[in-house]
């Protein structure tokens, strides 16, 4: 029996992620195979629809190997923002289920939700939920596997997927593991696998009886680590992620820039791209920073705190900008080599205490920034931009 018999792990994985979010924002796909990966010469499969994967295509092929095993199939090239958008959307639900949230990839994640059971039901009935929320808030399904560690939550969310859910009953973790390939233990790849079969073992069920002196040559000093996973045994702990400290952007001009309109234009720019990326992660920041470098490389930074959090365009810039004056009022000649802004005192914005832009900024600019943030995720990255930064230097 396992260390933690009372932890309520959860591992959430998305169903063929990449490819299902092109068939959300392009309904005429759904249904095909869709491949999703790098379509130049040396490109390769980042992953296919499951309409794909019954042609043979799978993560990691080649894509000329892709093409000639299903030619009627969409390719695409992947649109990173757009699918870390949908992920950032994916783990705020999680993080809406407990704090403890360890993300492996955009698309997976462990929880711990062993706090969170008085609050939103049970083990099976939280699963059942993040599943629901994801469907309906992304259009996404994802495939939940419930156990009570992260070795069998894992397993869990595998075995049925897409769009499985499975609870791994403490009670039943060798009916579980028994029948399943020794490929799916971590660590047993393409060299040990072979040697193990040559001894007849072929199922984690025939690994977990087989004497240790039989296996000990094979698997060597990880003889016990695999042992124990064969019994369902894990006590690796779900190590939660932390917030970023700071975002920023910055930018190193191809020569020395000294008007001023170009300049403040691209502090606009930054500052739009700074507050995309916290609006779309519910985050506000309470510092604003400027840095700027001169062709002599002296570089100055300067910052400001404000009175509340904010993540509206607006606002940012407008701190990023009397910042950048008050420099440029002791430096009115000096061209500038690099100019960047960011945030800093970075908070979740429920956890600020109030709603994204209350305080600092004013209804209009947080009506702003939704339809800016609408029309952007409609076209998967930064599109629209405001008036000021048509100005900048290419
Ligand atoms: N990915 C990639 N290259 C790989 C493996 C994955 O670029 N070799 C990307 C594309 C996937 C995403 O990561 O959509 C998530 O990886 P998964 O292994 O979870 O695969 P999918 O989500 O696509 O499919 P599924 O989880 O349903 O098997
Ligand atoms: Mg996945």
């Not at 993080?95 to 609050?119: C, I, M, Q, W």
């Not at 170009?262 to 739009?272: D, G």
Request: charged share 25%; net charge positive.
């Amino acid at each position: 029996m396992t260390e933690h018999p009372q932890r309520a792990i959860i591992h959430v994985d998305m169903d063929a992620f990449y490819a299902s979010v092109e068939c959300l924002d392009d309904p005429a796909l759904r249904g095909l195979p869709v491949i999703v990966g790098g379509l130049g010469p040396r490109g390769v499969v980042a992953t296919a629809s499951y309409e794909a994967r019954a042609f043979g295509v799978h993560s990691a092929l080649p894509m000329g190997r892709a093409r000639r095993l299903c030619p009627q199939a969409r390719f695409i090239q992947p649109r990173m923002d757009r699918y870390r958008e949908k992920s950032r959307q994916v783990f705020s639900i999680f993080r809406d289920f407990t704090p403890v949230v360890e993300g492996l990839s955009l698309d997976e994640a462990f929880l711990d939700v062993s706090g969170s059971l008085k609050l939103f039901g049970t083990h099976l009935e939280i699963g059942r939920k993040i599943k629901e929320r994801i469907q309906a808030e992304t259009g996404l399904t994802a495939s939940v596997g419930l156990a009570h560690n992260k070795f069998l939550a894992k397993l869990g969310s595998d075995v049925r997927k897409p769009d499985g859910l499975v609870f791994v009953d403490p009670g039943k973790v060798n009916t579980f593991l028994d029948p399943m390939p020794i490929s799916r233990l971590w660590g047993i790849g393409n060299k040990t696998a072979p040697r193990l079969k040559a001894l007849g073992i072929l199922t984690i069920g025939q690994l977990r009886r087989t004497d240790v002196s039989i296996i000990q040559p094979v698997l060597g000093n990880r003889c016990e680590h695999f042992l124990r996973l064969c019994r369902g045994e894990d006590d690796r702990e779900v190590t939660p992620d932390r917030p970023d400290k700071s975002i920023s952007h910055e930018i190193t001009f191809d020569e020395n820039i000294s008007d001023r309109d170009i300049l403040l234009a691209e502090l606009q720019k930054q500052s739009e791209d700074v507050s995309w990326q916290l609006r779309a992660r519910g985050l506000m920041a309470s510092t604003v920073v400027v840095k700027i470098r001169d062709p002599g490389f002296n570089t100055v930074t300067r910052s400001r705190s404000m009175r509340a959090c904010s993540n509206s365009t607006k606002t940012l810039y407008r701190m990023a900008r009397a910042l950048f004056e008050s420099w440029r009022d002791a430096h009115s000649t000096t061209p500038v080599r690099l100019l960047g802004m960011g945030v800093s005192g970075i908070e979740e914005s429920d956890r600020s205490g109030h709603q994204a832009g209350d305080l600092a900024d004013s209804h209009s600019e947080q009506a702003l920034d939704r339809v800016f943030d609408s029309i952007n995720r409609r076209w998967g990255e930064t599109k629209i931009v405001h008036g000021q930064t048509l100005k900048r230097k290419k």
